[in-house]
């Protein structure tokens, strides 16, 4: 009876599980409505992750410069193996022929009838302190050009590594820069920003965009002409001033700033209609020329 209650059981799932897959199978979607889906789409499926992108950088950043860290630790452990062991080799040397050159000298006193001991040991103690001390300066020069050049190595990795570390604090700003939406909260990683790399056109005009932001036209056209004096080629300079000029409704320093942006950075002819800095500009038929100009 047992038995006959298991193959009872087992018969009814076989059942249920052909059934189920039966109705998975005609509730399938033909190849031509999965076309049809797919024309219909406007966008992509999926986003690339770009936080996951810029800790990956961060990532390798970091191993690179383990990796260099390592591999210099090497490099000086090796130099001065490298150094005691010619060291010792070179004073094996030095002593050996310090000693076959007593040895003859002493021949050659007794050859030429130096009988006095005396004389023989001045002489050759002079030979010796006079060569030793040739070698000792020679191998004492050869270690300050060695001590230099390790020294001048030491302080470009230490530059290497403080660079390395400024250029990872940044890019953290920018990236908080980019999610904040308080303009202040902004004004003020900027602020981060150019502490650690003064002379960031990039972060000055991005502050003085913040500022327009907040109707602080006057300090925005002030960063704008500072980051004009660092790299007049930077396009988006001219950009900022001409919004701020637009604000202030100086139409022909606004519109002469924004033939230099476009100049600079053709890129930004496709804000022309759609910066709101400009409305005011959206009635002058030069810019309306430089609207058309672009377009056509």
């Not at 007593?102 to 009988?115: E, K």
């Not at 002079?126 to 030793?132: E, F, G, H, L, Y």
């Not at 007049?232 to 033939?259: E, N, P, V």
């Amino acid at each position: 009876m047992r038995y006959y209650l298991y193959f009872v059981c087992v018969c009814f799932t076989l059942f249920i599980s052909s059934a189920y897959a039966a109705e998975q199978v005609s509730q399938a979607p033909t190849a031509q409505q999965e076309q049809q889906a797919l024309e219909q789409l406007k966008e992509p499926m999926y986003k690339p992750l770009m936080e996951r992108y810029i800790l990956d950088e961060l990532k390798a950043v970091r191993q690179d410069q383990q990796k260099l860290r390592e591999d210099v630790t090497k490099q000086v452990t090796h130099a001065q193996l490298d150094t005691a062991d010619r060291a010792l080799t070179y004073t094996t040397d030095t002593i050996n022929n310090v000693f076959f050159i007593i040895t003859a000298t002493a021949s050659i006193l007794v050859l030429v009838g130096w009988n006095s001991l005396r004389d023989v040991k001045n002489k050759v103690e002079d030979i010796v302190n006079t060569r030793v001390s040739v070698i000792t300066d020679e191998y004492e020069d050869r270690l300050k050009i060695l001590e230099e050049k390790l020294r001048v190595r030491s302080e470009e990795i230490l530059s290497n590594q403080e660079r390395i570390s400024v250029t990872n604090e940044v890019h953290s700003l920018w990236m908080r820069a980019n999610l904040e939406s308080d303009f202040a909260n902004k004004i003020e990683i900027f602020d981060e920003i150019l502490n650690r790399k003064p002379e960031d056109v990039e972060a000055i005009a991005y502050k003085a965009d913040a500022l327009l932001e907040i109707n602080e036209t006057a300090q925005a056209i002030e960063l704008c002409n500072q980051a004009i004096d660092i790299d007049s080629d930077y396009g988006y300079a001219y950009w900022q001033r001409a919004c701020a000029y637009a604000l202030t409704h100086k139409h022909a320093d606004a519109l002469a700033d924004i033939k230099m942006a476009l100049e600079y950075s053709p890129n930004l002819r496709n804000e022309l209609l759609h910066e709101s800095a400009f409305a005011s500009l959206h009635d002058n038929d030069s810019f309306n020329i430089i609207v058309a100009g672009e377009q056509a």
